[in-house]
């Protein structure tokens, strides 16, 4: 039995939850994953986990077994990770999960820069607005705007972005332009979605003291921040969303902003990491360099 490749197979069974998950994450036939768990369980004479068809939980030999070389597989990696730095720059691949437009017109188009920094960091770039599971998915970083929620997971701020209410000029010119956020409520707006929920995300305006939230009421409603900007272009209704995502289309005369002096306050982003695995160095320039992004955006 190889022992350091079945500790490392059986930590990532117990941060996935699944046989299944962990042989994929690491590229490994389902088989040779509950073979090397066998071997373990045989070798310390113990029962790790309890496995049934429904169901895989962790017995509390395995629970203490895993805390035990957890930290000794953190520290195996500081060791290599010290070798390698020695060598030269951050290596390895980083598993990140971005929603869509931020990927697409904050983050992507500046990974040229990171790469030049750290040519031999590999990314594991997922896209989209549906929450993640990190540590079952396996991801070492993720990019979220908005308040907060998830308390076990540790975070860094990242900065603040403002919002714009736009729409199509061919929109305007057929239902007219709204001066005051209630006159919402007689137009069509491209509603945001929870992935998760599927609840509507409200439209906040606020202008000193007044303040207004807008579910409003549209033909289309999108769950993906690429999908409601492409809904605001064809001129499907009005679009409330983050000023980075339409500033290019307002330049090139394809949206126009409208209520520009009810603007609600900024919008966090964060980028979360789970707060038990081990921050390797790649993952930590990474985030360094997040950080720098968001600064340059106005």
Not at 27 to 48: A, D, F, M, W, Y
Not at 127 to 154: F, K, M, N, Y
Not at 210 to 228: D, F
């Amino acid at each position: 039995m190889n022992q350091l490749l079945a500790i490392r197979v059986f930590a990532r069974v117990v941060e996935s939850g699944s046989f299944t998950k962990a042989a994929d994450s690491l590229n490994l036939p389902k088989t040779t994953v509950s073979k090397l768990i066998g071997q373990l369980e045989g070798h310390l004479g113990v029962r790790l986990l309890q496995r049934t068809t429904r169901r895989l939980t962790v017995t509390a030999d395995g629970a203490s077994y895993y805390q035990l070389t957890h930290q000794l597989l953190n520290q195996l990696d500081d060791i290599d990770q010290g070798f390698s730095q020695a060598q030269g720059l951050p290596r390895g691949k980083i598993k990140v999960d971005i929603g869509g437009s931020t990927a697409t017109l904050l983050v992507i188009p500046h990974l040229p820069q990171f790469f030049a920094r750290y040519p031999d960091i590999k990314i594991d770039l997922g896209v989209s607005d549906r929450p993640v599971d990190l540590i079952s998915e396996r991801v070492d970083c993720v990019i979220r705007g908005g308040p907060l929620t998830e308390q076990s997971l540790a975070v860094r701020r990242l900065g603040e972005v403002s919002w714009t209410t736009c729409a199509a000029p061919q929109y305007l010119a057929r239902f007219g332009t709204p001066t005051h956020p209630e006159e919402l409520s007689q137009h069509q707006l491209v509603t945001y979605h929870s992935a998760s929920t599927g609840r509507i995300m409200p439209a906040h305006f606020q202008r000193g003291g007044e303040r207004h939230q807008i579910e409003g009421k549209g033909l289309i409603s999108v769950n993906e921040s690429n999908a409601h900007l492409a809904a605001g272009l064809a001129g499907l209704g009005i679009i409330h969303t983050f000023s980075y995502t339409v500033r290019a289309a307002i330049a090139r005369g394809e949206l126009v902003p409208i209520l520009t002096d009810w603007r609600p306050p900024a919008y966090p982003f964060h980028v979360l990491y789970p707060p038990n695995r081990h921050l390797s160095n790649r993952v930590r320039v990474f985030i360094d360099w997040l950080v720098e992004r968001f600064a340059q955006i106005d």
